[in-house]
Structures are given as C-alpha cells and as structure tokens.
C-alpha cells in the first residue's frame, strides 16, 4: 500500500477533505501537522512537523520516512508547501524545486521572476521599512495610481488594500503594516506595492506536469472586486469569460507557473482579464483555498483532492471536468466582532441549486472581514445545469443569511 505524508497546518479547512481522498484510493496516511491534532485526525497516525521552518521541518520528515518509507510528501495549504518541497527533494521523491515554491509563497519574489520572464503582471515595487511619508507617495505615483498595498507573505486577502491618492497610499501602507504585524510578519519586512489592474478577476485550478499546466477548471468571481478590500464572496465555474479572454486567462497563467519554475503538483492561480489581455495577480503552489474545492467534479467521479494525491504518487490524471455548473459562496463577515450565530440556514438550504451549507467558525469566536481577518465564516454550495442559475442560488442563498454579532 502507498503511504503518503500530509502536512496539515492546524488551521486548515482540508484535512477531513484529504482524509477522505486517501482513504478512496487506498493510500495509507500519516498527518505532518505544526500543533495538537484536530478531533477529526486522531484517526490517522500522527506526527509533529514544524512547517514555520524549512529546514526543520524537512529534517523532521526525513526522520518519519527513516521509519515508515513514503511514497509522496502532500502539502494541503501555503504553509506546508516550501517543506514539502524540501523533504521530497532530499528523498528523491517527485517534486517541486524548493526555490520556485519559495517563489510563489513570496509576491515580491514572485513579481520579480515573472517579470524576468516578461509573464503579463501590474507594474509593482518594494516598499522597505521604515519609508517616510514621501517615499510611500513617490512609491505609489511611481507604481501608478490606483495602487494596491500588500504583505508580501499572507493570504487569503489579509492586509490588502487599495490606495486612490499619494495620500492615501501613506495611510493605507501604515495600516496594512500594521495587520502584517499583528499576523506575525517581520516588521521589518518589505510590502509589495503595485498598480490596480480593472477588469474580471478569474481564477483558474490546474496541476502541473513536468512543467506543464493541465487547467481542471477556471472560476469567474461574479461580485467586482475593486476595493478598498479585496474580500472574496463567490465562485462559479465554467466560466463566462468569452473565447479571447478565456484563451488569455489559460495562456497566461500557464506562463506564469513556467516563470516560477513550478514543475509538479497542484497550482492555483489569479488573474485580471479584460479585451483579450490577462495579466497574472498571484500564484500559488497549492489547491483553492477553504472548502472550495467541493465545488469541483470531475468525469471520473473523483475529487480535486483524489486528483492531487492520485498525481503526487504518480498515478495516471486524466480527469476532466464533470457536465454542468457549480459554484460556492464564501459567507461574507459584515463587520468585526464576537460570532453569535448565523441565522436563515435553512431557508438557504432550501433554495433551489444549494447542494450543502456548512459554517465554519464557531460561535464566541471574533471574526473580521478583509483586509484584518484570514478566515471564511462559512461556505454554500450549488450546482445546476448552466452557471448563471448557480450564481443566483448562491445570491438567493446570501439573501435569506443573518450573521449575529455580538455589538461593536
């Protein structure tokens, strides 16, 4: 029986998702994981991995494998993924260069190597630390105005904010400083400053091969995504985009993956596209974030999850996408404060086309929207025939949710 290695930060969505997926192929598992186990894992044999530290957590792997041989090293989230790399490098294993997924987990890095390789991007800079008040303005004039501010190291929209003005861009730089902080960046490390790219945000789910990217899906983002926060609320596939955009958004994103170095394993990417041009806003070494992947089916029956574990072993991939549309919406949070509950959950169930609703963050919990909080309160699902119905269950779904929180 294969084994393979997950490494599980303690605050993934995916483990009971990654859980199932081994267990449908058979696949013998052991949990890398950087805290105390969720209940859900105890099932599975267990290991301590720091996934903060490459280095580290590679030679923590390596002592695993001396003792249960692997056959794959799968990092589910961001956190895991420079390790992965790392320790499946050492054991000979199929993998990604360490260097290009260190590479995608850093955007300054990331800009650079797309930019070497003339890949589509927004014009960006580095804002050092400790930039007075007129280097952040020269910065953002330069870059071009409207600019986006960003950590260069966190996700899901956390600390990333739009600047309209040269004056504004001071204020916005100093708080997303400030976010960075407080979710534990280097202050001393630089933000990324690049100019607002207008158009359709998509993204598109793939994984690499031998340096190729084989495209599973491409999602438009129906609700504009123009700021001052960048919060993410749904995701429809297939998408809308017209043939010349749907080409670019493919071409591009492919480009991109190339540029990093990125040469085996899942890859999940960003982009803005309008009159035929894509240009690239991240990439990432890993699957969709949250519970997304749920929204994806494919003609063999498997999951995206199945796919990415069936590929790390080296198994055939030749999954394409299931008929029909499917969609997730991403509960937005209406303001920071302490969860309640949320209220309508059945009334949203019951709409035509939602297929599941799940919330994930626990009442008594203080939760925030973009750009201070990283966590989705909660996702729903919908599938039907086309994807203009699926974007309308997921709208009459937000319609009949109340979030409850406590007062400000």
Not at 169 to 186: F, L
Not at 221 to 245: I, M, N, Q, W
Request: glycine fraction near 8%; hydrophobic fraction near 50%.
């Amino acid at each position: 029986m294969a084994r393979i290695l997950l490494l599980l930060p303690s605050a993934t969505y995916r483990a009971a998702d990654f859980l199932a997926a081994a267990r449908a192929l058979g696949v013998e598992v052991v949990v890398g994981c950087d805290e105390p186990l969720a209940p859900e894992l105890l099932g599975a044999r267990a290991v301590r991995i720091p996934l903060d530290d490459p280095e580290a957590g590679a030679r923590a792997v390596l002592d695993q494998d001396a003792r249960t041989p692997l056959d794959a090293v799968v990092a589910v989230d961001d956190a895991g993924t420079v390790v992965a790399a790392e320790a499946s490098a050492r054991l000979g294993l199929t993998h990604n260069p360490p260097d290009a997924v260190a590479a995608a987990r850093d955007k300054l890095v990331m800009r650079a190597r797309l930019g070497r390789a003339e890949v589509p991007q927004p014009p960006f800079a580095a804002l050092e630390a400790g930039a007075d008040d007129e280097r952040v303005a020269a910065v953002a004039r330069r870059v071009g105005l409207p600019c986006v501010i960003k950590p260069a190291t966190l996700s899901a929209s956390r600390g990333v904010l739009r600047a309209d003005s040269p004056e504004e861009a001071v204020a916005v730089a100093a708080r997303v400083r400030a976010i960075a902080t407080r979710a534990g960046v280097d202050p001393g490390a630089p933000l990324v400053v690049e100019r607002f790219v207008p158009g359709a945000e998509v993204a598109v789910e793939g994984v690499v091969h031998d340096g190729a990217l084989r495209p599973l899906a491409v999602f438009d983002k129906p609700d504009p995504l123009d700021g001052p926060a960048f919060e993410e609320t749904l995701y429809v596939t297939p998408s809308r985009l017209d043939r010349a955009d749907a080409h670019a958004v493919v071409a591009v994103a492919a480009a991109a993956t190339a540029a990093l170095g990125l040469r085996h394993g899942p890859v999940h990417a960003e982009l803005r596209v309008a009159g035929g041009r894509a240009q690239v806003i991240e990439v990432a070494a890993r699957t969709i974030g949250g519970l997304c992947a749920r929204t994806l089916s494919f003609s063999t029956g498997r999951t995206l999850e199945e796919i990415v574990v069936a590929h790390a072993l080296g198994r055939p991939v030749d999954d394409a996408p299931a008929t029909g549309a499917s969609g997730v919406l991403m509960i937005p949070i209406p303001r920071a404060g302490v969860l309640l509950g949320v209220d309508g959950q059945d009334a949203a169930r019951a709409v035509p086309g939602v297929t599941d609703l799940e919330i994930t963050v626990a009442p008594g919990r203080w939760v925030a929207p973009p750009p201070d909080g990283d966590r989705y309160l909660g996702f729903v699902f919908a599938r039907d025939r086309n994807p203009g119905r699926v974007e309308r269950a997921l709208r009459r779904a937000r319609a009949v949710l109340e979030v409850r929180l406590d007062a400000p």
